[in-house]
């Protein structure tokens, strides 16, 4: 496994970022239970607006992994939400990296780096209820769930019958 390169995202990066994001959330993989099949995926679309402004929040960055190649390969978002904990969010690796490790090395560096930069004692972040192959894949990461869910944003696929149950399941994972 080559070894990543990693940095905060600046402005400049919104596109790239959008485009991996969009397409790591996009992607269809043969894994059983992996990826919805609920046609979330396809249906998945994130503004260019919304890049921005995880990228110029105060206490936010989107951090980027390139390859040897300086090639964006991963991405993650982290936020500082008070003084122990921050919250991970929008993990991607691109989809003809996947399976090689890199979401691990991205998610093993969001958490140095909010441990680091901000201090914090505690990581949030969540996943889709019926995505039970990525719950198990933070679970052996270290993420437990919290008891908690958060509503799922129904109003951005009003064209899709979603599964009543469907939300997020939020994990917290102490540094």
């Not at 990693?6 to 402005?11: H, K, L, S």
């Not at 969001?110 to 969540?126: F, H, I, K, M, P």
């Not at 894949?137 to 109003?155: A, D, I, M, N």
Request: aromatic share 8%; with cysteine; net charge negative.
């Amino acid at each position: 496994m080559n070894e990543l390169k990693f940095r905060v995202a600046t402005v400049q990066d919104a596109a790239p970022l959008q485009q991996l994001v969009e397409s790591a959330f996009r992607a269809e993989d043969s894994r059983k239970d992996w990826t919805d099949d609920l046609g979330l995926s396809s249906s998945f679309r994130l503004d260019i607006q919304e890049i921005v402004a995880m990228i110029t929040k105060p206490d936010s960055v989107m951090l980027m992994a390139t390859n040897d190649q300086n090639t964006l390969v991963g991405s993650i978002g982290t936020s500082k939400r008070d003084a122990n904990h921050a919250r991970l969010f929008m993990l991607a690796v691109d989809t003809s990296q996947q399976r090689g490790g890199i979401g691990r090395q991205v998610l093993a560096y969001a958490e140095d780096y909010s441990q680091r930069t901000w201090g914090v004692t505690t990581l949030g972040l969540n996943a889709l209820s019926n995505r039970q192959q990525l719950i198990s894949w933070y679970s052996r990461r270290g993420y437990k769930p919290t008891g908690e869910t958060s509503p799922f944003p129904r109003e951005k696929f009003e064209n899709l019958v979603l599964p009543g149950d469907l939300c997020f399941v939020e994990f917290e994972k102490v540094l």
